[in-house]
C-alpha cells in the first residue's frame, strides 16, 4: 500500500453526503431568485396577490427544505467521518500487533500515542468538518457560475476575472505556507512530546529539585510553539487578504457592466440586481477555499504521521514448524540501524546448548543489539542467526519467544493485577505456573505479603510498587 492508495481508504465515498450538499446550496440560492422575481414582478406591475403568497409559500419551503437537506448532509458525514475514526484505530493497532518488536524501538511511545490520538483525530475533523465545507466552498461557485449564465453570460465572465489572480497568488503563496506549516507540525510534536516526558516523569523530577529547570524548558517550548503558530497564521492570512480582494475585481466589473448593459436596455433590471447579488456570494464562496486551505495541509500531515504506521511493510509469512532448543550461532552477520549509525560487522559466535555465557564490553558495543537480534527484533542485513542449525529469519517472533527469556533493562508492567502481569509471559498459564515462576524469581515473599497477594493491581508503570519489586 502506497500513500495515494492509504488516502483512498481513508477519504472512502461521500456520494449520498455531497449530493445531499448540492441540493442545499440549490434550496440556499432559490429564495433569492425568487424574492428578486417577485421584487420584479411588483414594481412592474405584472403580478397580482394570490401568486404573492405563492412566491412566499416557496421562499419558506425553499428555507425548509435547505435547513433538511443541511441536517442529513452534515449527519452522513459526522457519520462516515466516525466510521473512518474507529476503522483507522482499529487498522492501526492491528498493524501495530504485526510488526518487528525492532519497529517500537525506533519509534517512541509519545510519538505513537499520538499517531492513534491526535492525527486519527484530525483525519476525523477534515473528514467531518473541512471536507464538507471544501465541497460546499467549490460548489456553491460553480452552481452560481451556471445560474449567471443564464442571467447573462457577459456578466458570468466578467463575474471570474478575478480567477486567475487568485490562482496566481495561490501558486506563489503555496511553498511558503507549505513550509510555515511544516515548522509548526514539528514545534507540536516537540511540545507534545516533551509535556508528556514531563508529566509521566514529575516524580523522579521533583526527587531530584529539577522542577523549575525542566518546568522552563517545557514551558520554552510552549511558547516556541505559539510564536510558530502565529508565524504559520500570518502566512496564511497574507494570501488570504489577496485574494478576497482580487476577487471583489470579479463584483466591480459584475457591477460596471450590468450598469452599462441596463442603461441601454439589454438587461432587465431584475437581472441586474439578480447578478449582483450571484456575484456577490460567488466572491464570498470562492474567498472561502482559500481560508479552508489548512484543513487539507493538516489533514495531509495528519495522513503522513498514520503512514509511518500502516506504510510499513508487514514481516513475511513466517514457517508454521516449531523451533527446537540446541545451539545458537551467528554466521558472518552484519547489521546496523541506520546507513551512518552503529555497526555489527562479520560477527561469527557458537554458544553450545546447556552453557552459560555472558557478553562483556563498554557500553554502546553492540551487546543489547546482539541480544535484539536473537530475539527476532531485527533482520540482519546479511548473515544468518541460527538455533539448532534453523535459520530463525523463518520463525515467527512467537516462536523464538517460547524458547528465549528476556529481561530488559527498562521496568515495563501494566495496570493489571501482579497475577496478570506475571501470566502475559505465557498463554493460559496456571496459577501454580506463576506461583513457581515468582518464586524462581525470588518475588513470591514480598507478593504474598501485600493484602490482595497475586490479585493486587499494581497501576500504571508498577507505580504501586518499589523500585527494587519492580
Known sequence: MNEKELQKIVVGRNGLSNFLLTLKIVFDLLPQVLLVYLISSLVSGNTVMDNVKYVFVLIFASYLLKGVFYYFSTKVAHEKAYEKLTDLRLRIIEHLKKLNLGFFKEHNTGELTNIVQHDVEQVEIYLAHGRPEIMSATLFPLIIFIAMLFVDYRLAIGMIAGIPLMILVRMLSSKLIKDKFQIYFNQEMKMREEMM????????????????????????????????????????????????????????????????????????????????????????????TATLHHFSIIFNEALKAIGKVLLVPLPTDKTGESLAVGDIAFHNVNFSYTEDGFALKDINLVL??????????????????????????????????????????????????????????????????????????????????????????????????????YDTRIGEMGVKLSGGEK
Open 352 to 453: 553450545k546448548q546447556n552453557t552459560l555465557n555472558a557478553f562483556v564490553g563498554p557500553s554502546g558495543c553492540g551487546k543489547s543489539t546482539i541480544a535484539n537480534l536473537l530475539m527476532g527484533f531485527w533482520d540482519v542485513d546479511s548473515g544468518q542467526i541460527e538455533i539448532n542449525g534453523k535459520d530463525i529469519k523463518e520463525y515467527s517472533q512467537e516462536k523464538i519467544s517460547r524458547l528465549i527469556g528476556c529481561v530488559q533493562q527498562e521496568v515495563i508492567l501494566f495496570d493489571l493485577s501482579i497475577f496478570e502481569n506475571i501470566a502475559i509471559g505465557k498463554e493460559n498459564a496456571t496459577r501454580d505456573e506463576v506461583i513457581e515462576a515468582a518464586k524462581q524469581a525470588r518475588c513470591h515473599d514480598f507478593i504474598s505479603a501485600l493484602p490482595q497477594g
Open 197 to 288: 516526558e514531563y508529566t509521566q516523569n514529575i516524580a523522579i523530577i521533583k526527587a531530584f529539585s529539577k522542577e523549575e529547570t525542566l518546568s522552563d524548558r517545557a514551558l520554552n517550548t510552549a511558547r516556541s510553539y505559539v510564536d510558530n503558530l502565529m508565524g504559520s497564521m500570518g502566512a496564511v492570512t497574507v494570501p488570504m487578504g489577496l485574494i478576497d480582494i482580487f476577487m471583489e475585481v470579479g463584483v466591480v466589473i459584475t457591477m460596471i457592466l450590468g450598469s452599462v448593459f441596463l442603461y441601454y436596455g439589454e438587461i432587465t433590471t431584475a437581472h441586474f440586481i439578480l447578478a449582483v447579488i450571484l456575484s456577490n456570494i460567488f466572491t464570498a464562496s470562492v474567498s472561502k
